[in-house]
């Protein structure tokens, strides 16, 4: 059974949360306080974090931060505050998706389900051997979920490692934010299509080490992005 913790100090939404996700056999944690929230975020057993972003002892973005630095599963913002600058500077510093109170209970269900497919999916490949797309400098070993540039690791956060694996797939390809998020993220953008944009730029300041990397996700005006590459692209398997 996967394991949901929720962060947040509001007993009715985290209430109303925890029967919607308990009734879809999820196990459920709530803590209160941003502080234990973070430091129960931290042990083996949580699958997914869903988090206020006020909180009482803690900012909220400053937990997802430091819980992305520190854990590579996925987080949710669910909180109250629904502006457009939240939303983005969430995505920024680690977090997955962002759903604003109030929300359609099956919605939030909707994106945890997503969220925890994708990342299931996609992490738990350990006994093959090494899938590796190599773009002259630029390293991405899928298997690992490890990205080198010029033979430096750089982190990615899931979802920035998943968006540039997908474009890398498909290069030359121009895809739209709403087919970005639904083979992504799994789902329907539900008008959030500003997830892809803060991913795309996340994945590019990056990128910026190696000189004329950060260009290689071009943005078509009207259209969305492409990966382009002017040569080929290979595919390495470990020995």
């Known amino acids: 059974m996967e ?11 985290t209430e109303l949360e925890r029967d919607y996700l308990e009734i879809n056999s999820y ?7 941003g502080v ?26 400053e937990l997802c931060r430091e819980l992305r630095s520190r854990r590579d599963i996925p987080i949710i913002i669910v909180s109250s505050r629904g502006s457009e600058i939240d939303k983005v500077r969430g995505l920024g510093v680690g977090a997955d998706d962002y759903v604003t109170k109030p929300f359609a209970p099956n919605e939030l269900i909707a994106r945890v389900k997503a969220n925890l497919n994708q ?48 474009l890398a797939s498909h290069p030359n390809r121009v895809f ?15 008008g959030d299509v500003a997830t892809v944009t803060v991913h795309i730029k996340k994945i590019r300041q990056k990128l910026e080490k190696y000189a004329g990397a950060s260009n290689l996700i071009e943005t078509v005006w009207g259209a969305g992005y492409r ?11 470990a020995e």
């Open 227 to 237: 990966f382009q590459m002017s040569g080929s692209i290979r595919v390495q398997g």
């Open 36 to 61: 234990s929230g973070f430091q129960r975020a931290l042990q083996d057993d949580i699958n997914l974090v869903i988090t206020e972003l006020n909180l009482d002892d803690l900012n909220g973005f």
């Open 3 to 13: 394991h949901i913790l929720i962060i947040d100090n509001d007993t009715s939404a």
């Open 27 to 33: 196990k459920v944690t709530i803590e209160k306080s």
């Open 176 to 190: 739209s934010k709403e087919e970005l998020f639904r083979e992504v993220w799994g789902m329907h953008s539900i």
């Open 119 to 166: 990342y299931n999916r996609l992490v738990k490949k350990g006994n093959q051997k090494n899938d590796c797309i190599v773009l002259d400098q630029i390293r991405i070993d899928r298997t690992a979920r490890r990205v080198s540039v010029c033979g430096e690791e750089i982190a990615f956060t899931t979802k920035e490692f998943d968006l540039l694996v997908f």
